[in-house]
């Protein structure tokens, strides 16, 4: 079971996903290596890259608010490169030195992504928390509608099992990649993205909605920006209730980077602010 503390990385990552049908599945995937390519020639799948850079560094601060108090507990960064036709993808998230006597964290999230598409190919996730440890390697299968997940609480005790997917499918670290590619130009506001995510082998439904543009939004420690604001239906459950009153605020700028962002949790509310940058494909809005 997660602990709140999971979300380290869940709270930046899960909500990231292009428009997809009711029927489609997401299976969570990582990788450290290059593996082989199964293509798909299906424009569906396509997502062409416009946002993004290989080099490209993303680092938020996560506070986690108890009593009224906004408390700095960790990071979470997040690294892209090019390496022939596939991205390396990776983010790590970490308690601070001073905070892990309390709760220690130590999360990695990898992923192979297919240049042409953005899908992923291989992913490995690794989860240290307090005592709390899992892994879990996912290989896609795409032309056979497969992948295989071996998934333990170690990488030496895993065990194998075949998931079904759809062809399109994304993992939960590509979703983020592809969602900043989205064109948002003609969205309306209240405009709804809906897509199933396989956690841990199990399938859960997320509903992103689109509120809108905001002027002059205040970002902790940043300054006031002109963003897009997100409102995530999230994983119901210990941590997050269905309705958490999430907010996404992304960079109104050709980047699209997610600046902020902020939900009430089961014991107080955790925030992820970005404070640091490298190698942005585009000037920014002033961040």
Not at 111 to 124: G, I, N
Not at 267 to 281: C, D, F, P, S
Request: with cysteine.
């Amino acid at each position: 079971m997660h602990t709140y503390r999971s979300y380290i990385l869940l709270l930046v990552l899960s909500f990231f996903s292009p428009k997809k049908d009711s029927g489609d599945q997401y299976v969570h995937n990582d990788s450290v290596s290059p593996v082989s390519s199964e293509r798909s020639d299906s424009d569906y799948c396509r997502v062409n890259n416009n946002t993004f850079q290989s080099g490209e560094s993303l680092t938020y601060k996560i506070y986690y608010n108890i009593n009224f108090i906004w408390i700095g507990a960790g990071t979470v960064t997040f690294k892209i490169d090019r390496q022939g036709n596939q991205y390396l993808a990776e983010a790590i998230g970490k308690t601070y030195g001073g905070y892990d006597w309390i709760f220690k964290v130590r999360d990695t999230f990898q992923s192979v992504l297919d240049a042409t598409t953005l899908l992923p190919l291989k992913s490995t996730r690794i989860v240290n928390e307090g005592s709390y440890t899992k892994y879990d390697q996912v290989t896609y299968m795409r032309n056979s509608r497969m992948a295989e997940s071996i998934m333990g609480k170690t990488k030496q005790t895993a065990e194998a099992q075949i998931i079904p997917i759809d062809q399109c499918v994304h993992d939960i670290l590509s979703t983020m990649y592809a969602f900043r590619n989205t064109p948002l130009s003609s969205l309306q506001d209240q405009s709804r993205y809906e897509l199933d995510m396989l956690l841990d082998r199990k399938k859960y439904p997320i509903t992103l909605t689109y509120k809108g543009k905001e002027n002059k939004t205040k970002i902790k420690g940043l300054g006031d920006y002109d963003t897009y604001l997100f409102e995530p239906k999230l994983i119901a459950g210990n941590i997050f209730k269905e309705d958490s009153g999430m907010k996404i605020w992304v960079s109104r700028d050709q980047n699209k980077v997610p600046l902020m962002i902020e939900s009430p949790i089961s014991v107080g509310k955790i925030k992820a602010i970005l404070i640091e940058y490298k190698n942005l494909r585009f000037e920014t809005s002033g961040y």
